[in-house]
């Protein structure tokens, strides 16, 4: 029987008290006085009698004992205790192979996880953070009601400089374009090619290798490349001066050569053409306009503005006055969004491809936390598991005088140890997994042990993990009365037990949390991909018009029609996922306020309802036979409701688009032309009079032999241009690449964690089924069998599972509800998810521990009862 123990409240205060040279003796005689006055006269008299003692061992009736000046005690620090730290730290990893394993198994597999996520998270955090007047560069951008858009118009610039001081310079980028690069037999399509002033490399720190960045930018007929680019063209850099031609009809000479696009900055490109070269054919540039919004507008501000949030609103409420005060009757607000907020703070319509987002970064860094303090917990349960085994060395070590501070600084020093061994490996980790974790995240990340400020944070993760995975078993350690270790009297205490199997539980809420965002991404990702979009999204294969082909609309009509496998086609101005033309400039039949909502419209022809088989609610889709509808309009169901409309009365009222008036002819049912991100849109539909997109629509089975088609008919009408085309349904998913890519790494750190859980799982297994390898014997004597003796063994951790399941349910489905809110068009967060989630931790775990407990109820009982 447990000898009976004071109040812990009563020995604290004893310990708070006493003089600590002597504590643990008086201590010990003290705790065996109330046992004895418990037994003989009752609880509450041997209280009171074990205070009273308290009071009389307390200065002055015990005077500390003075320190013998024959004997200094030596400092915890010093190189020889160090030595010494190490020495016995050393012995215990080798002699312990298999608790040693366990350990650094679990710390490096949770650094790695952890420096991979932060090497991640640093590189989102970096963006065009590289350019010197970083802080001073902001993007103009618009708002008109719930449509935010990234671009602003072409007079705005000039416009703005000469009314505004605070506005240092500006600077205007086109949207990019795909151009035909030609140098000798070498042609090859450039899709990352921008239009831009040619203040351009003075406003941004894109460096330049070669060519003079004050004039490179001034000529029409001048071009920067990239040094990549230059490479791919000519075989060096040293291009300055040679000639490209572009698209067939113009030559360009290379004014400069600029470093290859960093990586962390939102503008990709691979070459600059001058503003100038554009506004000979633009009209917005030509003439300065305000109304028509297709440029991208940074603007660089005085510091002092830059650097006020009460300043900034200010000049933009002068934007939206000039804007006004120029003649434009559309309502606008206009924003200065900071340049190194583009990349994850910018949720913008007609904006550059390639975004993150900042609630994807706060998650995964969140992530890379847990991960690292799931394997320090590893750690500390197993430390603390093993406590008994280290006891008889604790209270030794204070007999002969050392106190709790050279222990704790002991046990903190062997978690070091662990911690920069496990740190090593980590880092060989990382390496292996950086190929994958590419294809994963699609950045290039890069570990480079030659970075001081790298080295200093892996240092600085070894340090942390030490610390925090060696702190409590370093304190409930270091804390042993040696009277009672060597009296044999040592009982593990509740208090261990239950901070350890609050440790166990937290482990399995991190890994249960993670998988259920797991299914919940894949759920929705799945819910994108099933959903009806309104029109079909099979079989859709697109032929750009590029080059001659736009000039040859109707014998490239006359093609298609006559080849069978791309007889059903329709030309429409733009892809559906890349519309970005729209305007409020819209009147309509009993209209009675003016119109403050942006409606996006695309050209189509006679043939896009049959191809793209969406459904005709009211009226009419165009129709040859009809000459009139070169002024018609088909309008979706959402500018049926805004305009006040109904299937029954829509058809025949008046609309007026850009000053053209003319008819509604029919209504489409909505389809999603964005990502489901998006809520629903309006939409007009006109008559394509100019080309733009060719979409076939094969069948099943013969998508190789219509691309063959296409392209021996882009060869014969379009002979200078490279065959390009893509489907339509594979950009449909690239809308959702962040999501596939937030799940894929949500499916890697799941399986991590659960991993990481189950190593700190079997150790602690092993361990309480040697430590209870006696009772099995005995139980096994009585008759107990091998599933009862498992189940026995078993039961303890399947609680602590269950627990994890309770409290990490409601966490999960905030979380991931959260997550969710971020989409207009949403799957349903349904219980059995977690529900799933937890019985798939509960399985592994199960099947973790079972390795232990078989073993252990498989044992003969004559050995383990051998000594008794």
């Known amino acids: 029987m447990n000898q009976p123990q004071p109040p812990r409240w009563a020995k604290t205060l004893l310990r708070w008290l006493h003089p600590e040279n002597t504590i643990e003796e008086v201590e010990g005689d003290l705790d065996e006085l109330y046992a004895d006055s418990y037994l003989r006269i009752g609880k509450r008299p041997a209280l009171l009698r074990y205070l009273l003692n308290v009071v009389t061992v307390l200065p002055p009736f015990v005077r500390r004992r003075q320190s013998s000046s024959r004997y200094e005690q030596p400092f915890s620090l010093s190189p020889d205790m160090l030595k010494n730290y190490f020495k016995i730290a050393w012995r215990n990893i080798v002699r312990q192979k298999a608790y040693s394993i366990l350990n650094i198994a679990g710390l490096s597999i949770g650094m790695a996880c952890s420096i991979l996520i932060l090497l991640w998270v640093q590189n989102e955090l970096s963006y065009d953070r590289f350019h010197a007047r970083a802080n001073q560069i902001f993007r103009l951008t618009c708002n008109a009601g719930d449509f935010k858009a990234a671009v602003s118009s072409a007079g705005m610039v000039r416009g703005l400089q000469s009314q505004l001081p605070q506005i240092k310079s500006g600077v205007r980028l086109s949207k990019p374009s795909a151009m035909l690069f030609e140098v000798g037999e070498k042609k090859v399509e450039e899709k990352r090619v921008f239009y831009a002033d040619s203040n351009f490399l003075k406003v941004f720190s894109f460096p330049l290798l070669a060519g003079n960045a004050a004039t490179a930018l001034n000529d029409p007929g001048a071009i920067l490349i990239t040094e990549e680019t230059a490479e791919k063209y000519f075989g060096t850099r040293d291009a300055v001066g040679k000639t490209?031609?572009?698209?067939?009809?113009?030559?360009?000479?290379?004014?400069?050569?600029?470093?290859?696009?960093?990586?962390n900055s939102h503008l990709q490109f691979d070459a600059i053409i001058p503003m100038k070269t554009m506004a000979k054919w633009n009209w917005d540039l030509r003439n300065d306009t305000w109304g028509n919004f297709n440029f991208y507008t940074y603007l660089e501000l005085d510091e002092k503005t830059a650097a006020s949030a009460p300043a900034q609103q200010r000049l933009t409420q002068q934007t939206a006055k000039i804007f006004k005060d120029h003649g434009e009757k559309i309502k606008l607000d206009f924003q200065l969004q900071p340049l190194t907020d583009i990349h994850l703070h910018s949720n913008l319509q007609i904006d550059l491809p390639g975004h993150g987002n900042m609630q994807y970064v706060n998650i995964f860094f969140v992530v890379a936390i847990f991960i690292l303090v799931v394997a320090c917990i590893n750690f500390m349960n197993l430390a603390t598991a093993r406590s008994e085994r280290r006891a008889k060395e604790v209270g030794l070590r204070k007999v002969v005088g050392a106190n709790r501070y050279q222990l704790v600084f002991q046990f903190l020093g062997e978690s070091l140890i662990f911690s920069f061994l496990s740190l090593v490996i980590a880092v060989g980790i990382v390496y292996m997994l950086l190929p994958v974790f590419k294809m994963l995240t699609e950045k290039t990340l890069a570990i480079h042990l030659l970075d001081g400020k790298l080295v200093m944070g892996l240092i600085g993760i070894a340090v942390l993990t030490g610390l925090l995975s060696g702190s409590y078993p370093a304190l409930f350690l270091s804390g042993f009365a040696p009277?009672?270790?060597?009296?044999?009297?040592?009982?593990?205490?509740?208090?261990?037990?239950?901070?350890?199997?609050a440790l166990v539980v937290t482990q399995f809420v991190v890994a249960i949390v993670l998988l259920v965002g797991t299914a919940v991404v894949y759920k929705q990702l799945d819910f994108i991909k099933k959903r009806n979009l309104g029109f079909d999204k099979s079989n859709l294969l697109y032929l750009p018009m590029t080059g001659e082909l736009g000039g040859k609309r109707q014998a490239l009509k006359a093609s298609l029609a006559q080849n069978p496998l791309?007889?059903?086609?329709?030309?429409?101005?733009?892809?559906?996922?890349?519309?970005?033309?729209?305007?409020?400039?819209?009147?309509?039949?009993?209209?009675?306020?003016?119109?403050?909502?942006?409606?996006?419209?695309?050209?189509?022809?006679?043939?896009?309802?049959?191809?793209?088989?969406s459904k005709v609610l009211a009226g009419r889709g165009f129709d040859k036979a009809f000459s009139g509808d070169s002024s018609s309009y088909i309008i979706n169901e959402k500018a049926m409701q805004i305009m006040g409309m109904n299937v029954g009365n829509a058809v025949g009222k008046s609309l007026t688009v850009y000053d053209t008036k003319g008819t509604i002819i029919g209504v489409v049912k909505n389809f999603h032309f964005k990502s489901l991100q998006y809520a629903m849109e309006p939409l007009i539909l006109r008559l394509n009079r100019w080309g733009g997109v060719v979409m076939v629509r094969t069948t099943a089975g013969n998508a190789e032999q219509t691309i063959k088609a296409l392209e021996k008919i882009n060869h014969q009408l379009n002979p200078a241009?490279?065959?390009?085309?893509?489907?339509?349904?594979?950009?449909?998913?690239?809308?959702?690449?962040?999501?596939?890519?937030?799940?894929?790494?949500?499916?890697?750190?799941?399986?991590?964690a659960i991993f990481i859980s189950c190593l700190g799982l079997y150790g602690l297994?092993?361990?309480?089924?040697?430590?209870?390898?006696?009772?099995?014997?005995v139980r096994k004597v009585l008759g107990a069998t091998v599933a009862g003796v498992v189940g026995l063994l078993s039961q303890d951790f399947l609680k602590l599972i269950s627990i994890a399941i309770v409290i990490a349910s409601p966490i999960a489905w905030f979380a991931m509800n959260r997550w969710l809110q971020g989409f207009a068009y949403q799957t349903n967060l349904e219980w059995w998810v977690i529900a799933l989630a937890g019985l798939v931790a509960t399985a592994i775990a199960l099947f973790t521990i079972s390795f232990q407990s078989i073993k252990a109820a498989l044992m003969n009982p004559v050995k383990s009862l051998r000594s008794e």
């Not at 009147?587 to 191809?611: A, C, H, I, L, Y």
């Open 765 to 777: 297994s092993a361990f309480m089924a040697e430590q209870r390898t006696k009772e099995i014997g």
């Open 721 to 752: 241009f490279p065959f390009t085309f893509g489907f339509l349904d594979k950009d449909l998913d690239n809308l959702y690449r962040s999501e596939q890519q937030m799940g894929s790494i949500f499916n890697l750190f799941a399986g991590l």
């Open 244 to 263: 490209i031609r572009i698209n067939n009809n113009e030559n360009f000479t290379i004014s400069g050569i600029l470093a290859n696009t960093p990586s």
């Open 566 to 613: 791309t007889e059903n086609f329709t030309v429409i101005s733009d892809l559906p996922t890349k519309l970005e033309s729209g305007t409020i400039d819209i009147v309509w039949d009993g209209q009675t306020t003016r119109n403050q909502v942006v409606f996006p419209s695309m050209d189509v022809d006679e043939n896009f309802v049959k191809v793209f088989k």
């Open 483 to 501: 009277v009672k270790v060597l009296k044999g009297k040592l009982r593990v205490s509740g208090g261990n037990l239950l901070f350890r199997n």
